[in-house]
């Protein structure tokens, strides 16, 4: 008899047999460098700052986008709202990340999910690749 979990993964590596295109914006040098590791056998752009994002998401064509709420002098509760709000970008999942508490601008601006630094990185790559194959 197979696990209910066991079934869950087989699911999923089957929805997932092609490269997600994740775009991760954070300022914090040490999560851009790990990203890529993070979602291993996905193509990732990193971003440490939000300038030109519509130019480069219109050009890298992501999945799904990765957001920290606090990216420099931007902010990512902003960002998306603004990304939700365009009709050419209003169906791309966004995650936000905070490492505070969930505020409610955090909350109304139209993200897909929210997590929580540091989060549990099974479940970050979970959530990625079950919002990025919903469409």
Do not use: W
């Not at 696990?3 to 991760?24: A, E, M, P």
């Not at 990216?71 to 990304?83: F, K, N």
């Amino acid at each position: 008899m197979i696990n209910s979990d066991v079934l869950v993964d087989l699911c999923i590596l089957k929805r997932i047999s092609y490269q997600l295109k994740i775009l991760f914006l954070d300022d914090e040098p040490s999560l851009l460098e790990v990203a890529p590791l993070i979602f291993e056998g996905h193509q990732v752009m990193t971003l440490g700052n939000a300038e030109n994002i519509f130019a480069r998401i219109e050009s890298f064509r992501p999945n799904i986008v990765l957001l920290d709420v606090n990216i420099g002098q931007a902010s990512g509760t902003e960002l998306c709202s603004r990304l939700k709000a365009d009709p050419r970008t209003s169906r791309l999942p966004v995650v936000l990340m905070t490492a505070g508490f969930i505020r409610e601008d955090e909350d109304s601006c139209g993200a897909d999910a929210i997590v929580e630094k540091p989060f549990d990185i099974s479940r970050l790559v979970e959530t990625v690749e079950r919002l990025a194959t919903r469409r």
